[in-house]
DNA sequence: CGCTTTTGACCCGCGC
DNA sequence: GCGCGGGTCAAAAGCG
């Protein structure tokens, strides 16, 4: 093959990142449903979808129940949707996890359940807020079909004992009541969802002002304690906890974990650290209280160097001074020992896998991606693509594309790092996926105990019907949260569905599974990132970009574990879950099929997503 | 002309 | 020490 080039793609099943040429679809003239057709000199890339997306869907369905059926269940989530889009399935370019639209797109008039809320990220309130303007045909065709099959048992009999010639009117004014039926049912899911978004800016509210109060509290024993530890270079815990402030195990790893970010100045000067202090106390806390329990004043800041080498030479340059600075310095409590290095190291290593079914060649994460390098994997005769993250110079977060051995049609997307710059809000749902789900299993990734535990803790909160799914493997050389997206759901394991947040979606079409699926990363990430930092319901803080750009940047304090008892409580809250599944509902429901092209030359995706599993491997070297 | 992709070469860690 | 595999680099070349 000749060298150079971009759209060199004979060898590239991956399906290379091809912006300005659209992937499109076309149908299938052999049995391989995972052929991927390179065969058009053009640039763009054919994939084979029908068969693998009826199977798909189909899979979804529960075998004996038509669509109508599921509608009918209230104790699923059924969602009815329109299948009468399939003539329009879009274009695909990458498979779009976070569709959130830009201002960029709204102007090319992109119609996306997304784009009602441009600015807002990804989240609970994004979704509710969208539930306003979700009044579309398919989610009007919920309720309709809801409706009249409600109605439909009552009026049935009816209409067979009334006369013929009466029955047009007998159907007019049934058609009447249930036109008002659905006209309180929408009025009542309006207050509803108002009623919602009101708790959650409550919650948002009392959580702000605790995570400030915490905030304040840390500063507070911080100074205590560095003043305390120039004398006796000693803290023991009960004094924290005289203190009123415990810092629990969790902090610290997690602590530590958010330092994966190498632009985190937690390495720089103590003047980068007093800086820090303000933002991420907890880190300092974490360092200095490590210092002082194990003694360890070596200053190596090596591994660190070595680190930021590998991941970012332009963070290198910018940094090298004050790392000098901070491997000089005579202040000791601020130094990080040794084992936070290897945390940080093992931090690095963390990786976040995202498996997903998806026929573009690389799914939209919101984020630009420069390929820098291709190789064949072993074991799985698709190569294996390297992305780096390219929307701001020395960002350290890389990405590995490549598609699954066993079905091509899973596409999987593994994440490493944290990125140091602002994120535009359709990249911020996943930044804080990969970057929560990192923390949380590195939370856990000190001892094997520890992340036994918190893989258990990842899915039980996270998914709380799902802890079954959670295995160990001993075969990823790196810690790595693998979030499936691919699986279909299990009526054996998901007895209770309103109750869970692994949310099947039963007949969802390509087309609509193409918003649909964006979607459950999309909470799911959002679910992950506010376990991650406690609240789970920040929703509305969430919502200012500029801040969730800042929070990516520098992970917020990690109140998380503290209260995340009380999260995963939250989370297993039937009500709570309910309110997610009606917003979920109303998303899915108002979700149109789109020809979607977001401003970083992402097109359309199309994924059959019915659940989310989580698989943590801890398998640190 | 600048950006991007391609792809062979190179580096590094690990196991034998 | 050697080979293997994963990951990265960088020159070459295409595209807009």
Request: hydrophobic letters at 30%; glycine letters at 6%.
């Amino acid at each position: 093959m000749a060298r150079g080039g971009g759209l060199s793609i004979d060898s590239d099943p991956i399906g290379s990142f091809f912006p300005h040429n659209p992937v499109v679809l076309n149908s299938f003239p052999e049995d391989d449903n995972n052929t991927i057709i390179n065969n058009n000199s053009s640039g763009q890339q054919k994939w084979k979808l029908g068969p693998n997306m009826d199977a798909t869907v189909s899979r979804n369905r529960s075998p004996s129940s038509s669509p109508n059926n599921n509608n009918t269940s209230t104790s699923t989530i059924p969602f009815q949707v329109n299948l009468s889009s399939d003539n329009k399935r879009p274009h695909i370019d990458e498979m779009d996890f976070f569709p959130n639209k830009t201002d960029d797109d709204h102007k090319n008039g992109i119609n996306n359940f997304a784009s009602a809320s441009t600015s807002a990220p990804p989240s609970l309130d994004h979704l509710l807020h969208t539930h306003d303007h979700s009044s579309t045909p398919a989610m009007l065709e919920l309720k309709v079909n809801t409706g009249l099959n409600l109605l439909t048992t009552n009026t049935g009999s009816d209409h067979a004992m009334v006369d013929d010639e009466t029955s047009t009117n007998s159907e007019e004014k049934r058609a009447k009541s249930e036109m008002v039926v659905l006209q309180a049912e929408l009025e009542r899911m309006k207050v509803e969802n108002h009623r919602l978004r009101n708790m959650l800016d409550q919650v948002n509210t009392n959580y702000n002002a605790l995570q400030m109060h915490l905030v304040s509290i840390m500063q507070e024993q911080k100074e205590e304690e560095g003043e305390q530890q120039v004398f006796d270079g000693k803290l023991d815990e009960e004094k924290q906890s005289g203190n009123g402030v415990l810092v629990p195990r969790q902090f610290m790893d997690l602590g530590l974990a958010s330092n994966v970010d190498t632009n985190e100045p937690s390495h720089s000067s103590s003047v980068g650290r007093s800086q820090d202090l303000s933002k991420s106390p907890i880190n300092n806390e974490v360092a200095s209280k490590e210092f002082d329990t194990k003694k360890n004043g070596s200053v190596s800041d090596e591994g660190f160097d070595q680190e930021k080498k590998e991941f970012g030479r332009g963070i290198e340059r910018e940094d090298s001074p004050s790392e000098g600075a901070a491997a000089t310095s005579n202040v000791p409590k601020f130094s990080p020992p040794r084992n936070v290095d290897q945390a940080e190291a093992t931090m690095r290593k963390a990786r976040v896998s995202v498996r997903a079914r998806s026929e573009a060649p690389m799914i939209t994460d919101g984020c630009q991606w420069r390929k820098y390098g291709q190789k064949m994997a072993k074991g799985n005769p698709c190569p294996r693509a390297y992305y780096r993250c390219t929307m701001a110079a020395g960002c350290p977060v890389r990405k590995q594309v490549q598609r699954c051995a066993d079905d091509r049609s899973i596409l999987i997307t593994t994440y490493e790092g944290n990125h140091n710059h602002p994120l535009p809000p359709a990249a911020i749902a996943m930044a804080q996926t990969t970057s929560a789900a990192a923390r949380m299993l590195l939370s856990g990734s000190m001892s094997s105990a520890d992340g036994l535990m918190n893989g258990n803790f990842l899915t039980r909160t996270l998914l709380p019907c799902s802890s079954s799914m959670a295995t160990i493997s001993a075969s990823a050389p790196f810690p790595t949260v693998t979030l499936d997206l691919t699986q279909s759901p299990n009526p054996l394991q998901f007895p209770k569905p309103p109750n869970q947040f692994q949310i099947p979606f039963p007949g969802v079409p390509q087309n609509f599974a193409n918003s649909s699926a964006s979607l459950l990363p999309q909470i799911f990430g959002q679910a992950l990132y506010n376990q991650s930092k406690f609240s789970g319901l920040q929703m509305s803080q969430d919502a200012d970009p500029s801040q969730l750009s800042n929070q990516s940047q520098r992970p917020p304090p990690h109140l998380a574990d503290t209260v995340s008892a009380a999260t995963a409580a939250i989370a297993a809250d039937p009500n709570f879950t309910a309110a997610l599944a009606a917003a979920i509902t109303s998303i899915i429901g108002g979700a149109q099929p789109n020809n979607n092209t977001s401003t970083n030359n992402n097109a359309t995706t199309s994924s059959n997503t019915s659940n989310a599993n989580v698989t943590t491997s801890n398998n640190n070297k």
